[in-house]
């Protein structure tokens, strides 16, 4: 929806996106695409497993191998706005799937996950990059020299973003921040994506991140916000608008009000 919207031309002089910021304010976004492998084998009788090849076991080793990709890729970080995340763009396979009978060996195993992409990297080179590990992988295996795994791209494909630290809606964002001690005066950053990107790279509208909640209880059971974090939040955004449209301050959302 957010992209449809921007297409139509609802572009702004800034925007509010609210992700789980802890109401921190974020100009920086990781990029997160969606990736499937597909990775072949020779099926045989499980009675006789040894004349089969698993690909299972070609998996396991190519997904060992991504872990290390990841450690590369993200020792390589500098990016201080993402300083707080120990691994800022993972590798993450979330889904595995594979093998036809119990009794029988694994012909085909098809995992699908997210490829983190840095800030200012560009998509099509993330894309190229994962494609080329899987595929120096690939050559360096004696089976999966010849039955190469494949890479496709598929479902959430979460361009990075950022947005400059001078923007008034981050200076804006900044002082609310700062005056409600929500967490200073620190710009930081996120490692997944977001509707961000649409509004900064298709609307070239400035935006932030900023809302309650944390991201570590996100996309998990029990998924939730304290209604103390809601109540904050609500101030915060209320007092952001107002700031960010130069409107004056009234008494009630002053910073030593009640709230």
Known sequence: GTLASVLRGHVGDGAVVLEPTRLGVATAQAGALNFRLIVPGRAA?????????????????????????????????????????????????????????????????????????????????????????????CARDAFLRGHPARVEWWGGQFAPCETPEDAPIVRAALSVARDLDLGGDELIGVPYGSDLRHLVNAGSTPGVLFGPGDVAGAHRPNESITVRELVDGAWAVALLVLRFLGCCQPPDLSPTSSR
């Open 45 to 137: 009788h499980g009675a006789l497993r040894h004349e089969g090849v698993s690909a299972l076991e070609n998996f396991m080793r190519l997904y060992e191998d991504l872990m290390a990709f990841e450690r590369e890729r993200n020792a390589a970080v500098d990016e201080p706005r993402l300083a707080a995340f120990a691994v800022p763009y993972p590798i993450c396979v979330g889904t595995v799937q594979g093998g036809e009978w119990a009794s029988s060996v694994p012909e085909t195993v098809r995992a699908e996950g997210r490829f983190g992409v840095g800030v200012r990297e560009e998509v099509g080179a993330a894309r190229e990059a994962l494609e080329a590990r899987v595929a120096a992988f």
